[in-house]
């Protein structure tokens, strides 16, 4: 089964500027969240959504930072403006559900490495 | 609030070694503990996947473990290999009654396996 896909792999932006990721997830999974890596830490949870609705983004900053998963499949993550702080791998991740019960493994993307110089 | 340490963060040993990598956790209300590889500048890899029921999984030369009362897992890697180096995360989801958190990770351990 096709995994994860994310795009672009690569992104190179001044400070002050917008940028926007895409993930599609895996066919099927109603759950998909984005991460932020920074170098040397583990994923940090920026938003969860299931379906289209938005679980949790209690961790997202609103500020710059914007996410929509509209038909509930693909999903864009944008930031606006950017800092030089954002600078990170942002990876897409998708399970089938996130609920007790349901298999919650999560699949990782390649993710997308920003650099904001 | 759930922090999950790695130890140690970097690794070094000679092809063929068996290995032991740590992962401990501060809150034992968890739904489940996911191994990760992860390669240099790719995304994360799941290895092995131990529901809070389970104490081991076993998926070839991996087995992780898993005790929730202690808040520990230990990822064993049998007769490593120049293609095990790579980074591993460990990450567990909180359970909060009948919904879960998300998965929070710990930083890592580099293993690098020399030939």
């Known amino acids: 089964e096709a995994g994860v896909a994310q795009s672009p792999r690569y992104k190179i932006i001044e400070k002050r500027q917008s940028v926007a990721f895409w993930c599609n997830p895996i066919s099927g999974h109603a759950t998909l969240y984005w991460y932020q890596q920074i170098l040397g830490q583990g994923p940090k949870l920026l938003i969860q959504?299931?379906?289209?609705?938005?679980?949790?983004d209690s961790q997202l900053p609103k500020d710059r930072f914007s996410a929509e998963r509209l038909k509930g499949v693909d999903s864009t993550l944008k930031i606006q403006p950017a800092k030089l702080e954002d600078s990170a791998v942002y990876l897409c991740?998708?399970?089938?559900?996130?609920?007790?019960?349901?298999?919650?493994?999560?699949?990782f993307g390649q993710g997308t490495r920003l650099t904001v110089v | 609030k759930q922090e999950v340490t790695q130890i140690p963060a970097a690794l070094s040993v000679p092809e063929g070694e068996n290995l032991v990598l740590n992962c401990s956790f501060t809150d034992s209300a968890i739904y489940n503990l996911q191994w990760f590889r992860q390669d240099p500048g790719k995304g994360l890899t799941s290895l092995l996947l131990?529901?809070?029921?389970?104490r081991e999984q076993t998926s070839g030369r991996l087995n992780a473990s898993l005790d929730k009362s202690s808040g520990r897992s230990t990822l064993y890697i049998a007769a490593s290999q120049p293609g095990d180096s790579a980074t591993y995360l460990c990450a567990v989801r909180p359970s909060h009654g009948g919904s879960q958190g998300n998965l929070i990770f710990g930083k890592g351990t580099k293993l690098s396996v020399k030939p």
């Open positions: 959504f299931q379906n289209n609705g938005v679980v949790d």
């Open positions: 991740a998708s399970s089938l559900g996130a609920h007790i019960g349901m298999n919650t493994e999560a699949f």
């Open positions: 131990i529901q809070s029921s389970q």
